[in-house]
């Protein structure tokens, strides 16, 4: 029986009972059943590399020991699993110690909201407390922007694909060229004209919503000057400054918030994905205590209270407790860029573009469809990578962050021959 044959077999119950919906079962073909540190195996007994990380979800890695046996312990003593925004112990602890390890060392000054488990519930609830403090409706994103699925937040992402399956008009935002969008030109002279000229149609807006790095809009990075004059023009104009870090966020380009090294204060920062450790649903939305003008259940949703991922929440913040999990980071994405190089510099075939920092990067490819096809030959090596990218143009990589330099070399030499592959065709 064929490989191909067996994939069909193997997926038939996806293939006929679950929604046209589906993304990745379609790219990785197979049954996951069990993963720990930064490999996952299927029910085959297949072993993979993740240089996935559930789309950045898993930078603590997979099945962390620590956090099983707190969440077995919790369970096992009967702790409250759903609360709302109820007061628990798992609640308390993490709200103290995020202060206390996070925000406190920063000198940052937020107070912390629970607004939903995902990504896009934090955007959503961004968006509503920047109109209600300013009373403006109009919200400025950027090209290529990605921040959610439901309407609010889907309406200052970019992707016209994903726009189009609102099914509705999107309205009360405005999309301008993020950095580097078009060389040689200057996003921030063209931004400052737009606000100053009042024949340019564009409203003062609410906020400024920003990624600093755009995960999925191709692993385009902001130079740390351009999200400083974006601060800039959001305290000239009065205007709030939104920092989606729910990709980007959470040490994932090597220091816990991804706008650090510019020096930027946010007035909300926007953070899902790995807040929760192990994988499991959790956001919070930080927002300075000047700007926290909710009324009592104004927003609000039924698992904001997810006490098994306060708990996990809590264990990886003892990651950050010092600076050593930072500069390990830092060193591996340094590894991982000098690799990416060598690549391109080895396959001029590819025409590639080094993109992204810290373990965020990836290799825009001019070449239509390759990035998929070595993302697919990757996969049948033992290496899960996905594309992004408006046109899925962009090799990218997000190992967990526990990841070794042994499994970032070993999955970089599968890449490599899934590129020889992939060329070669």
């Known amino acids: 029986m064929t490989t ?17 919906v589906r993304s990745y079962s379609r790219g990785w073909p197979t049954v996951f059943e069990k993963a720990k540190g930064y490999k996952m195996w299927d029910t085959d007994g297949n072993e993979y590399i993740d240089f996935f990380a559930g789309a950045g979800t898993l930078n603590y890695g997979h099945n962390d020991d620590t956090m099983q046996e707190k969440m077995i312990e919790y369970i096992k003593n009967d702790g409250i699993i759903h609360s709302l925004d109820m007061g628990t112990t798992p609640r308390k602890e993490f709200l103290e110690r995020y202060k206390e390890i996070i925000l406190e060392p920063r000198d940052l000054d937020y107070k912390i909201m629970f607004p939903g488990p995902t990504g896009t519930n934090t955007v959503e609830s961004a968006l509503k407390i920047a109109r209600k403090v300013t009373g403006r409706d109009t919200v400025i994103s950027f090209t290529n922007a990605f921040h959610g699925m439901t309407i609010g937040s889907l309406s200052v992402t970019g992707n016209s694909f994903k726009r189009h399956g609102a099914g509705v008009p999107l309205h009360h935002s405005v999309s301008m060229p993020f950095d580097d969008y078009v060389d040689g030109q200057n996003s921030i002279a063209y931004l400052e004209r737009f606000l100053e000229d009042s024949g340019s149609g564009v409203a003062l807006p609410a906020a400024i919503i920003l990624e600093t790095v755009q995960g ?4 385009n990075a902001a130079s740390m000057e351009w999200l400083k004059e974006i601060e800039n023009i959001c ?47 959790m956001a919070i939305t930080l927002i300075k205590p ?13 698992f904001r209270g997810n ?19 930072s500069k390990e980071i830092q060193e591996k994405a340094q590894f ?23 373990l965020m990067q990836g290799i825009a490819i001019e070449k239509e469809d390759l990035a998929n096809e070595i993302c697919a030959e ?13 046109s899925d143009e962009v090799v990218k990589f997000l190992p967990p962050l526990i990841i070794d330099k042994e499994g970032l070399a070993k999955g970089l030499k599968i890449l490599e021959e899934s590129i020889k592959a992939a060329i070669s065709k």
Request: proline share 4%.
């Open 4 to 20: 191909a044959v067996l994939s069909d077999k193997k997926m038939k119950t996806f293939e006929e009972i679950e929604s046209a």
């Open 290 to 302: 000047e700007y926290d003008q909710w009324g009592p259940g104004e927003h609000n949703g039924t």
């Open 216 to 219: 999925e809009g191709g692993i």
């Open 307 to 325: 006490n098994l991922a306060f708990i996990t929440a809590t264990e990886a913040l003892k990651r950050w407790e010092t600076n050593d999990f």
């Open 336 to 358: 991982l860029s000098d690799s990416i190089k060598e690549i391109i510099n080895k396959y001029p075939e590819l025409n590639g573009e080094a993109r992204g920092r810290g």
């Open 235 to 281: 305290r000239r104009w009065d205007i709030l400054l939104i920092v989606d870090d729910v990709q980007a966020g959470n040490g994932r380009t090597g220091t816990y918030f991804s706008f650090e090294p510019a020096g930027i204060k946010p007035d909300v920062v926007c953070l899902s994905k790995s807040i929760g450790g192990v994988g499991l649903p």
């Open 378 to 390: 990757a996969f049948n090596r033992g290496l899960i990578v996905e594309t992004s990218g408006p």
